[in-house]
Antibody, heavy 115, light 112 residues
Framework: EVQLVETGGGLVQPGKSLKLTCATS????????MHWVRQSPDKRLEWIAR??????????DYVESVKGRFTISRDDSKSSVYLQMNSLKEEDTATYYC??????WGQGVMVTVSS | DIVLTQAPLSVSVTPGESASISCRSS???????????LYWYLQKPGKSPQLLIYRMSNLASGVPDRFSGSGSETDFTLKISKVETEDVGVYYC?????????FGSGTKLEIK
């Protein structure tokens, strides 16, 4: 059974940092391209980052609104993908999903940025 | 960025009837390889999105054949035949032609 479990969310003040972790199992993580997608309180879905596999040099891509603030990374030995979020803004408040973008999605983790 | 515009915002359907959802792209989603990179997802209440249709018209594994996708390079339709109560939720279209990947704003399906 495929599982993706996100952790690390919570309430954080503007300007602070948070790191999300997505632990996976049940599929060949090392060859999978992994993504983070977030869903704002008004239910809009926004793709925010992708990391390719080793054969593609772990190349990354980001949506413009998070470039320079968020970093996606992975540890194939732990079948895990991460999202380091710095300089958080109130508009980053959302539920964050780890996903292979097609078939497999985590349950999501909430991040609230508020003073 | 490619903008996807969905309509209607919401639809209310009697069980057994059909429903159609439109998705219009600001750019052709037909790739040089002849693949139309338009996808449809359903997010049921309290759940994560689940893939329904990939590459405009292909049914994802385990999805009932009541669902079908069609379209051209920029205009797409998701049709649900004989709607059932389990079909309630928000339907999103998405494009995977280029980064950043983008989603439509969603269409909420309710049962009358």
């Amino acid at each position: 059974e495929v599982q993706l479990v996100e952790t690390g969310g919570g309430l954080v003040q503007p300007g602070k940092s948070l790191k999300l972790t997505c632990a996976t199992s049940g599929f060949t993580f090392s060859t999978a391209w992994m993504h983070w997608v977030r869903q704002s309180p008004d239910k809009r879905l926004e793709w925010i980052a992708r990391i390719k596999d080793k054969s593609n040099n772990y190349a990354t891509d980001y949506v413009e609104s998070v470039k320079g603030r968020f970093t996606i990374s992975r540890d194939d030995s732990k079948s895990s993908v991460y999202l380091q979020m710095n300089s958080l803004k109130e508009e980053d408040t959302a539920t964050y999903y780890c996903t292979t973008i097609l078939t497999d999605w985590g349950q999501g983790v909430m991040v609230t940025v508020s003073s | 960025d490619i903008v996807l515009t969905q309509a209607p915002l919401s639809v209310s359907v009697t069980p057994g009837e059909s429903a159609s959802i439109s998705c219009r792209s600001s750019k052709s989603l037909l790739s040089s390889k002849g693949i139309t990179s338009l996808y449809w997802y359903l997010q049921k209440p309290g759940k994560s999105p689940q893939l329904l249709i990939y590459r405009m018209s292909n049914l994802a594994s385990g999805v009932p054949d009541r669902f079908s996708g069609s379209g051209s390079e920029t205009d797409f339709t998701l049709k649900i035949s004989k709607v059932e109560t389990e079909d309630v939720g928000v339907y999103y279209c998405a494009q995977f032609l280029e980064y950043p990947l983008t989603f439509g704003s969603g269409t909420k399906l309710e049962i009358k």
